[in-house]
């Protein structure tokens, strides 16, 4: 595998439901994301870990949990979920490090449907 | 105001035509400029990625920065079907623990 891996690919829950996003990067990158894409918006950024220690969390709702047990690995656990959570979920990576020059790298998404 | 506007089109061009794609920005601290493109039901995948001002070329695509004005351009040379997807231009401060600003996107499709 290279790059950054998503699973799954597709999922549809119900609202009670509890259900978890996995995402793992084969880059050797410190930072992982976790990105919502809506239709007609920009990428919302919900989480940033930088060496497995989370340093942003953008006013994301509780009903969101993200999870990073190293460097490699990033999961989203979902629980009682709207249906205006559907959208498509973006895990990206990059190598963060002091004077820049890093970009980003992304997986191929997971499509999320909320009944 | 929003940090990166991008019109998000949709454009709609004939094979072979050359295509601009545009984003401002308002942050004069951006330092890093990316475009990436995304093919439907896929994530983005990187394109073109430029530091300060100037000129990049990669084969058929060049990307443009122009800080003075706060403006990139994605141009595309020879465009062909292949190229329909949703381009993204993305940026950044470059400072350790930062954010990267995305446009909406800009749909493209290509005639043939």
């Known amino acids: 595998e290279t790059g950054v891996t998503q699973t799954p690919r597709h999922l549809v829950m119900g609202m009670t439901n509890k259900k978890s996003l996995k995402c793992e990067q084969h880059l050797g990158h410190n930072a992982m994301y976790w990105y919502k894409q809506s239709a007609k918006k920009p990428l919302e950024l919900m989480f940033v870990y930088n060496f497995k220690e989370q340093t942003e969390n953008n006013s994301v709702p509780s009903r969101f949990s993200p999870e990073c047990p190293n460097s490699s690995h990033l999961f989203l656990h979902l629980h009682t979920l709207q249906p205006e959570d559907s959208a498509l979920y973006l895990c990206?990576?990059?190598?963060?490090?002091?004077?820049?020059?890093?970009?980003?790298?992304f997986g191929p998404g997971t499509r999320l449907t909320v009944l | 105001q929003k940090e990166v506007e991008q019109d998000p089109g949709p454009l709609s061009v004939p094979e072979g035509a050359i295509v601009s794609l545009n984003c401002t920005y308002s942050?004069?601290?951006?330092?890093?400029f990316m475009w990436y493109r995304q093919y439907s039901r896929k994530g983005p995948e990187l394109l073109m990625y430029?530091?300060?001002?100037g000129n990049k070329e990669d084969g058929r695509f060049t990307a443009q920065v122009d800080k003075s004005s706060k403006y990139i351009s994605l141009f595309i040379r020879d465009s062909q079907p292949s190229d329909s997807a949703t381009y993204l231009c993305a940026m950044s401060r470059g400072m350790l623990g930062n954010q990267f600003y995305f446009g909406t996107g800009t749909s493209l499709t290509v005639i043939p």
């Open positions: 430029t530091y300060s001002s």
């Open positions: 942050n004069s601290a951006f330092q890093y």
């Open positions: 990206a990576s990059s190598q963060d490090r002091a004077g820049g020059g890093d970009t980003q790298y």
